[in-house]
């Protein structure tokens, strides 16, 4: 089996970290995907860098749930993998998720990267309330995550390009996106070819939800458990 699976922020809801675009998204009254901007930033990155100090120690806190368990068993079994993640937290990687197998597409929250230069660090505990400033050239650091209208990073967009076109997946799973990138719905289209199932997990119909073979309008915590044995069932048997 080859498979590709794209995750978003519906794969974190069951363990209690808001998305972006849902109720409990919404922060001190202001709008996540307002704040994920170099705009925002610019205006005022002492907000900007509260509200991902906020996240960080929320994701921290969290564990994994049964969805991100269920895809890192698939990952195990399967014969080609590749997770696409939307998300910055790292709860697919502390399922034991390989980190060769996976691609986290929008950044890693844990990442803190110079505005100027190369220079970042990888942090897990709180720096305090002060805004960091690079040690290499003085400027201003800033999450390392993608911002709405900032590039993609080019080695990992070629990842994917090169699972994508490496051969045609039997089983594309897209789980609790809005799917609202024209990447992710071209590489999960692509990716299943001619002949293969493209399955979408999401309690909610989305712009993919036309192209999908099935749709499962459930949790993604209850629906891909569910799914996962019932294909590691199908492959052993
Ligand atoms: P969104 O917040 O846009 O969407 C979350 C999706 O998950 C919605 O379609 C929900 O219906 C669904 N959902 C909610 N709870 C779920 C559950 N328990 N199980 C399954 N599905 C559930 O998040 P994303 O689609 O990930 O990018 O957003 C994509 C990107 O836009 C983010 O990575 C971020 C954001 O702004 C950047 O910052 C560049």
């Known amino acids: ?5 794209i995750t978003g922020a519906g794969v974190s809801a069951e363990s ?6 849902g109720e409990d998204g919404y922060w001190r009254n ?4 307002k704040l994920a901007t170099p705009e925002a930033f610019a205006r005022d990155p002492n907000l900007v860098w509260d509200w991902y100090r906020v ?9 994994p749930n049964p969805a991100h368990r269920a895809i890192a ?50 942090e897990q505990e709180q720096d305090g309330g002060s805004l960091p400033k690079c040690p290499q050239c003085g400027a201003l650091m800033r999450p390392g995550v993608v911002w709405f209208g900032e590039q993609l990073d080019l080695a990992k967009i070629d990842t994917v390009e090169n699972f994508v076109t490496g051969g045609d997946c039997d089983l594309v799973i897209v789980a609790g996106t809005t ?12 990716a299943r070819g001619q002949a293969g199932r493209l399955i979408e997990v999401n309690p909610e119909e989305t712009s993919l939800s036309q192209f999908a073979t099935k749709s499962f309008r459930e949790l993604a915590g209850v629906a891909l458990p569910r799914l996962v044995n019932e294909l590691l069932r199908n492959i052993s048997a």
């Not at 996240?55 to 564990?63: L, W």
Request: charged share 25%; hydrophobic share 45%; glycine share 6%.
């Open 1 to 5: 089996m080859r498979i590709l699976v």
């Open 16 to 21: 209690g970290i808001p998305t972006f675009r």
């Open 30 to 33: 202001l709008d996540p995907t």
């Open 55 to 63: 996240r960080r120690q929320r994701i921290g806190k969290a564990q």
């Open 73 to 122: 068993s698939l990952a195990l079994q399967a014969d080609e993998f590749l997770l696409v993640t939307q998300n910055v937290d790292d709860l697919h990687l502390r399922t034991g998720l390989p980190a060769e197998k996976m691609v986290q597409i929008h950044g890693d929250i844990f990442m803190t990267r110079c505005s100027r230069c190369e220079f970042r660090r990888y």
């Open 179 to 190: 799917a609202l990138f024209g990447y992710i719905i071209d590489w999960a289209l692509r």
